[in-house]
């Protein structure tokens, strides 16, 4: 049985404080923190755009797409954007050649499912990955699950989250197609 390929990357559980990055000067430079790189002015000279980055460090040959060590108003943000907590499933495989993972995805206030899908039966799948959420509320999509053999996913739209993490399961059915294909693979997010 060959591994499913499925790349997760997380960045833990939203919220969580990790350890920062911080840049400092050269040791021996008689720079303190906040000090301009021309040597003077302290924090108060100190120009930063509304993404707290240099304004001019592109001016003074530096790259001012470099996130700045200040900082961040939200524990959420990672220099990238906010970070995604991720809540899987097994990877399982049937033994017609379907493999998948499926998982809840919360980032911010947004909560979704994605499914890791490889279908290697060599027939075109009808496929269904439902999120469940607090209260019976339930979204679903229909996936289009091609016949190449390659790793793929499937996604819900985003939605405002209503509950934490655990107030929502993802699952996924994978069947033959048509009225008379039967399910080949079921993958939840908690199973």
Known sequence: MAALPLTVASGGQVGDAGPAAVRTPPRG?????????????????HDRDARGRDADAAAHGGDAKIPSAAPS????????????????????????????QTCVLIQGADTWARTYYRNATGES????????????RTVQMHCVTGTDDEPATCETPREHSRGGPDAYTAVTEFAGRGPDGG?????????
């Open 73 to 100: 108003r939200s524990p959420l943000l990672l220099g990238i954007g906010l970070a995604t907590a991720a809540r899987c499933g097994p990877e399982l495989s049937s033994p017609e050649g379907i493999e998948a």
């Open 183 to 191: 399910l080949l693979l079921r993958s939840g997010s908690n199973s």
């Open 125 to 136: 799948l009808d496929s269904e990955l439902s999120l469940l959420g607090p209260g019976g």
């Open 29 to 45: 430079t008689g720079e303190r923190a906040g000090d301009t790189a021309a040597g003077g002015g302290g924090a108060a000279a």
